[in-house]
Structures are given as structure tokens and as C-alpha cells.
């Protein structure tokens, strides 16, 4: 079987140059190539595996004392150069520069948790038992695949990294081939930071490739952010290794507004969040599904929010959105909207391809959605949200589950005792949020149900995803 990822989503490979060999960047925003990077051979691949495996048996004899050094040192120079490698985020994939900045600060927060934390997250537990002594200890399994999206080009890959590095493990990435210099960057800073030389690398390969990694015998697991093709391919290709796979992948996250929702405040919290990254996030608020009584208020003020919205070069400081990542996404996006619109569904707004060489497109709004348009049953990633209106609570659970996603949910109401209920007990996904959008937290379990994913990133749970849970018993 070949693996190939290649979906609307966020794991698309980029863009490769016409010579296989080479992949090329180009500025979502001017169009303009960045940069022509060689791919790794075969052969290279193979000695960059060795070599990290290598630096693993080291590295994972060192204490907790001498990985947390490194890792606050990793955390200090992500803020040391915040705005730089915030800079080559957004000429890589178009990300407006202030959301690239907070995205770096994200990092230095995420390492620097895990440097306060794994040590107790990982100590050995003890379970009591008949014999003289039982305990739980949590060893590293060696090096670790990272198959990682551009949509959020170091969030996604921190998030692994440094839980993985913490625990003892070494990792390997294979980025998406429309940022190389960001992973490029990462590389470079895990070993300013004073990690051992090849305990983290990148490898520049195309998607196809990815396979032949995965099966490497040296290659101990792998974890995939990106859309649901791709994860069935990876879980089938670990599956047959018997390696442990982490993926979390598309969502169409539904936010369901009661009656008694603060109106202004959901529409202002939906709204940023359909438009964070130009729409290009997994957990994006993407389907609102609004209570009859006050849906014509909460439809009238989220069009005109949308309608401010500001789409420009990402650089400026007054640009609300940037381009979408590649203009082959752009189409894609508008082509599931043409689509919807000719089954029946309504623009409110936005809804047109904005001339111009580069990947712009509007903020939109549908509405009359029914079962079988694309904007029903599939994930657009981008600046498009699907209204739709419903006369009970029940309906609204039941249109917000009736989708094969389950990543992340939001609840605006004022009973908060309801949405404590339907929170826990009744909404279908990875995590719900009362009164907010959706984000990841270090703090907190990351991951989906259903084609969303399995596994969990993050928190203590995301820590111990890779890592051999070995029980030891003694006499």
C-alpha cells in the first residue's frame, strides 16, 4: 500500500518543485518562490534514523535535571527570537504576523511546562500488592515520528517535541513540504539549545515517503496531525508494524447557542474563532447551530462581524486575515461552497474568488444547510461558517453529533448546570468549551473521537502516550 497524503485539510505536503527531488516555498501572500530545498534521499533518511536512534541510547540516560535545563534554554530562545521565526511563519504559509507571534509564545509556554512537569509526571508509582514490593515506571521507547501540518508550523511540532525529549525519547520530523524552513528553524533550535547533536532532526521528503519511515525497525512510534485520509493511512501502516500511533486530525467543530447565551459575546468569541488562522484550524469553530428564538439576532450581528474583517498582506498590523496557505486550498474551499450553494444553501457573505496572484479568500457565511452538501458532512478549512437554526436543545445535540468528526464543541448559555450536562454526558467530542472557543491548553488533554483521531496530546496524558508504562514486582 501506498501511503500518499494529499487532502483539503491540514496535511498536504506543499509544494513540490517540477524536479521530484526539490520541494520550492512560496509566499501565500505575493506568490513568489522563497525557496528551493533538496529532498533527502533514501540513503540520507536511513543515516539520519541511525543517527537519532544513536543519540537516543544517551539521551535517554540523562536525569530530569539535564533535560529540564535544555528545555527551558529551548523555551528562552523561541523568546528570544519570537518575532524572526514569527516572521518566517507568515512567508512560508500566510499566517497573519501578531497570530505567528503568539503561536512562538505558545511554544516557549509548552516547553517550559514540560520541563517544570515531567519529572512528576513520570515518577514511578507505587501499587500495593502481596509481594514485598510493585511499582508502575515510565521508561522512553526511542525515537519517535513526527508527521506534522503547516497550518500551525511549530505549535503542532512543540507539542510533541517536547513532551517526547522530556521523557527520554528522541523524535524525527517530517514536516510539511510548503514550511522547511520551519522545521529547518526547529531543528536548529533544539540544538542551540544544547540538546545532543542528533536527538532531533528533520527529514525534507514528500508524503509518499512516509511509509518506508514508518517502517523502519528503529522507528519505535509515530504521531500524525492532519486530516482523516492521511491518519487511516498512518494507523494502517503502524498497525501492520505494531508500532503506537497518535493522530489527531479534522473536525467540524458545531457551537451551539441557547436562548439565553449572551448574544453579543458568543457572536464575538464564534467569530474569532472561525477566522483564527484565515479558518485553517482543526478545532475552528466551524457549524453554529443557534436556537430559533434568537438565531435572526445571532445571525444579523455574526455576518457583520465577518463582514469587517479585513483581509491583507499578514505582515500589516490592521489585517485581520491572511491568505489561505496555497491557492489549490482556496479553490478547493470555494469549490465545497459552489457546491452547497447549487444543492440549495444561501451566501450571506463573502462566497467569491478575490482576484489577484495570491490565496485570498473572504470571510463567508452559509445558511439553509441540509444533509448531503459538502458543507454539511465535510471539514472547509477556511474563513466559512454553516449557520443553522433549530427549536430544542435535543436538536440541536443531535445535529451537532450527526457528523463523522468528534474534536472539539462549544456551549453558550447562561445555565451553566445545563451545560455541564451536555458538556460531559451528551456532545460527542474531545473536548467542550462553556462560554469560549476551543484551544489547546498544555495543561489539558488534547484529541478527538470518531475520524478525529485517537490518542491524546498534552497534559500528563499526552507525556505518557510514548512511553513504556513497565510494571516491575518483586518478591
Not at 396 to 406: E, M, Q, R, Y
Request: charged residues 20%.
Amino acid at each position: 500500500m501506498q501511503v500518499f497524503f494529499y487532502c483539503p485539510n491540514p496535511v498536504n505536503f506543499g509544494h513540490r518543485a517540477k524536479n521530484s527531488t526539490h520541494m520550492q516555498t512560496v509566499n501565500p501572500y505575493s506568490g513568489e518562490v522563497i525557496q528551493t530545498y533538496s529532498e533527502h534521499s533514501r540513503d540520507q533518511v536511513y543515516d539520519i534514523i541511525v543517527q537519532v536512534d544513536r543519540a537516543w541510547q544517551s539521551w535517554k540516560k540523562t536525569g530530569f535535571a539535564e533535560r529540564r535545563q535544555r528545555m527551558y534554554r529551548l523555551a528562552d530562545l523561541l523568546n528570544e527570537r519570537k518575532k524572526s521565526l514569527a516572521d518566517l511563519i507568515t512567508l512560508e504559509m500566510g499566517k497573519v504576523n501578531r497570530e505567528a507571534i503568539g503561536e512562538i509564545s505558545k511554544c516557549a509556554w509548552v516547553c517550559r511546562y514540560y520541563a517544570e512537569n515531567a519529572e512528576s509526571f513520570l515518577q514511578n508509582e507505587s501499587i500495593p500488592t502481596e509481594a514485598s514490593e510493585s511499582f508502575i515506571t515510565y521508561q522512553s521507547i526511542g525515537t519517535v515520528l513526527a508527521v506534522m501540518p503547516w497550518n500551525f508550523p511549530f505549535w503542532q511540532v512543540f507539542r510533541f517535541l517536547s513532551p517526547a525529549l522530556m521523557a527520554g525519547n528522541a523524535g524525527i520530523l517530517k514536516h510539511a513540504s510548503n514550511v522547511p524552513g520551519c522545521a529547518s528553524a526547529i531543528e536548529q533550535l533544539v540544538q542551540e539549545a544544547g540538546f545532543p547533536k542528533n536527538v532531533f532532526r528533520t527529514v525534507l521528503i514528500g508524503g509518499a515517503k512516509v511509509k518506508e519511515v514508518i517502517n523502519h525497525p528503529k522507528i519505535k512510534a509515530v504521531t500524525l496531525t492532519g486530516s482523516t485520509p492521511a491518519g487511516k493511512a498512518v494507523a494502517a501502516t503502524a498497525g501492520a508494524s505494531l508500532k503506537k500511533s497518535v493522530l489527531e486530525l479534522g473536525g467540524s467543530d458545531p457551537y451551539i447557542i441557547l436562548e439565553d447565551a449572551d448574544i453579543h459575546e458568543a457572536v464575538r468569541l464564534c467569530v474569532s474563532s472561525r477566522l483564527l488562522n484565515a479558518g485553517q484550524s482543526c478545532i475552528g469553530a466551524k457549524r453554529f447551530i443557534v436556537l430559533d428564538a434568537v438565531y435572526e439576532a445571532f445571525k444579523a450581528e455574526f455576518v457583520r462581524l465577518m463582514q469587517q474583517a479585513t483581509f491583507g498582506d499578514p505582515m500589516a498590523e490592521g489585517t485581520t486575515i491572511g491568505p489561505l496557505a496555497r491557492k489549490d486550498l482556496r479553490d478547493e474551499l470555494h469549490q465545497q461552497v459552489m457546491q452547497s450553494v447549487e444543492q440549495g444553501a444561501t451566501i450571506l457573505c463573502g462566497g467569491y474568488v478575490p482576484e489577484g496572484d495570491n490565496a485570498f479568500y473572504p470571510p463567508t457565511v452559509l445558511e439553509n444547510i441540509v444533509p448531503g452538501m459538502p458543507a454539511y458532512h465535510e471539514e472547509l478549512f477556511g474563513p466559512v461558517a454553516s449557520l443553522f437554526h433549530v427549536k430544542s436543545v435535543d436538536e440541536a445535540i443531535h445535529l451537532a453529533n450527526d457528523t463523522v468528526f468528534g474534536l472539539g464543541a462549544g456551549i453558550f448559555t447562561s445555565n451553566l448546570e445545563l451545560a455541564k450536562e451536555l458538556a460531559e454526558k451528551r456532545l460527542e467530542a474531545g473536548c467542550v468549551f462553556v462560554n469560549d472557543f476551543v484551544k489547546s491548553d498544555p495543561r489539558l488533554p488534547f484529541g478527538g473521537v470518531k475520524e478525529s483521531g485517537y490518542g491524546r496530546e498534552l497534559s500528563v496524558i499526552g507525556i505518557r502516550e510514548f512511553v513504556n508504562v513497565k510494571t516491575v514486582v518483586i518478591r
